[in-house]
């Protein structure tokens, strides 16, 4: 019998009989909260949750919601006075509050400092410069002007500094005629990378710097949509590639310094070189299949940082796909679920709707993981459902 295990596990449970019921507080109400909140049903914990929207994914499934913009000091602030530890499912909170929060005793993660660097891509990509971060090149620009005068420098990707999220505020420009797609904005005006791959690492950081890392995984996107359209995980990758993507996902978030957990999202390229694309300083779309593939999930990880309990076990139990349900082209309104059935009729599929009332073309509604421990039975059953399941509206 391995002994340390079972002492492990033993003051494991014991931590979570007798720890002190916590407030905890997340920031968003989206389908990141929703999925957050069914995990914290296995925790000590009484949950809030602030969204302007009463009715989103994740309302009903809080202990405590509050109406409130997340943009807003006074909400925000007000939101996490009472609190023991605060959250966020989306990068585009007050960061101002946070940090008076933080300075008056709540706990904060991601740190206010860490997100005010991520949460704008001009000093995101600073901070991988100045970290000595392999990353694309770049040229800051501050409107259309601007962008003019570095024809030179494409083919490129112009990012808005703040406001992006889902494919949004993101413009390739690989020609002059191009440019008149560009933002009137502040912007990063990254140098295209001849992409081999794309892969994204979840790592954990607990308050005493320690890490859990989740094996890297293979995207795939939507070029028109520029969202993620299925994965598959973990990433098939030569030895050293994956220990390279490791090292540099890890230095990415150790340099960061903040407990949480994040996603880098990384370039290989035909060299065999990793770049740093982004990072998101929370659960993430690239981390969904471990709900079902691995023995903790990336919801399950988070609870365990925020009430400060051991990191899980971020192992496999079985390799798995992950397809994104989006709304069809064509369609706006109340959602239907056409060819719903056939999927839930297939084996090892498991299904997660966000509880969204109304689509529209290219919404994310749902996702789907499949489980196997053959590649190709994962990409025909994810090619299987990409022409099987619709979301349509009347």
């Known amino acids: 019998m391995d002994f340390s295990l079972f002492n492990f596990t033993i003051q494991f449970f014991y931590c979570l009989i007798f720890a002190p019921m916590k407030k905890a507080g997340i920031l968003g109400g989206g389908q990141l909260g929703r999925m957050l909140l069914q995990e914290a049903a296995n925790y000590p914990v009484e949950t809030w949750v602030m969204e302007n929207d009463a009715s989103c994914p994740a309302a009903h499934l809080c202990h405590h919601f509050i109406k409130g913009d997340i943009?807003?000091?006074?909400d925000v602030y007000n939101f996490g006075k009472n609190?023991?530890?605060?959250?966020?499912?989306?990068?585009?909170v007050n960061e101002d509050a946070l940090e008076k929060l933080e300075s008056e005793g709540v706990s904060v993660f991601p740190k206010p400092a860490t997100l005010r660097i991520i949460k704008n891509k001009i000093l995101q990509k600073q901070f991988y410069q100045q970290q000595e971060i392999p990353t694309s090149d770049f040229i800051i620009t501050q409107n259309a002007e601007d962008l003019q005068q570095h024809a030179s420098f494409l083919p490129a990707v112009h990012k808005l500094a703040t406001g992006g999220y889902d494919g949004r505020g993101v413009q390739i420009i690989k020609t002059t005629e191009d440019i008149t797609k560009g933002f009137d904005?502040?912007?990063?005006?990254?140098?295209?990378?001849?992409?081999?791959?794309?892969?994204?690492?979840?790592?954990?950081?607990?308050?005493?710097?320690?890490?859990?890392?989740?094996?890297?995984?293979?995207?795939?996107?939507?070029?028109?949509?520029?969202?993620?359209?299925?994965?598959?995980?973990?990433?098939?990758?030569?030895?050293?590639?994956?220990?390279?993507?490791?090292?540099?996902?890890?230095?990415?978030?150790?340099?960061?310094?903040?407990?949480?957990?994040?996603?880098?999202?990384?370039?290989?390229?035909?060299?065999?070189?990793?770049?740093?694309?982004?990072?998101?300083?929370?659960?993430?779309n690239s981390g969904h299949h471990s709900i079902e593939a691995c023995y903790s999930s990336q919801f399950d990880m988070l609870?365990?940082?925020?009430?400060?309990?051991?990191?899980?076990?971020?192992?496999?139990?079985?390799?798995?796909?992950?397809?994104?349900?989006?709304?069809?082209?064509?369609?706006?309104?109340?959602?239907?679920?056409?060819?719903?059935?056939?999927?839930?009729?297939?084996?090892?599929?498991?299904?997660?709707?966000?509880?969204?009332?109304?689509?529209?073309?290219?919404?994310?509604?749902?996702?789907?993981?499949?489980?196997?421990?053959?590649?190709?039975?994962?990409?025909?059953?994810?090619?299987?459902?990409?022409?099987?399941?619709?979301?349509?509206?009347?």
Request: charged residues 25%; hydrophobic residues 45%.
């Open 71 to 74: 943009t807003n000091f006074d």
């Open 83 to 92: 609190l023991d530890v605060l959250t966020i499912e989306i990068e585009s």
């Open 185 to 284: 904005a502040p912007a990063v005006l990254e140098k295209m990378v001849d992409i081999k791959k794309e892969i994204a690492v979840m790592i954990a950081v607990n308050k005493a710097g320690e890490t859990a890392i989740y094996s890297p995984v293979d995207m795939v996107f939507d070029q028109h949509l520029n969202l993620l359209s299925y994965q598959m995980s973990p990433a098939t990758l030569p030895e050293k590639l994956l220990w390279k993507a490791e090292a540099i996902a890890l230095k990415v978030v150790k340099e960061l310094k903040s407990p949480g957990i994040f996603a880098v999202e990384l370039f290989t390229d035909f060299d065999d070189k990793v770049w740093v694309n982004e990072t998101a300083p929370r659960v993430h």
């Open 303 to 394: 609870w365990r940082v925020l009430l400060d309990y051991p990191l899980g076990n971020t192992d496999h139990i079985m390799p798995a796909a992950l397809v994104n349900i989006l709304g069809a082209e064509g369609f706006t309104g109340p959602a239907i679920y056409e060819g719903l059935n056939e999927i839930l009729a297939m084996d090892n599929v498991f299904v997660h709707l966000y509880g969204k009332t109304d689509t529209k073309p290219g919404r994310k509604m749902g996702h789907i993981t499949i489980l196997s421990n053959e590649k190709q039975e994962l990409l025909h059953k994810a090619n299987q459902i990409k022409h099987t399941l619709f979301v349509k509206s009347k």
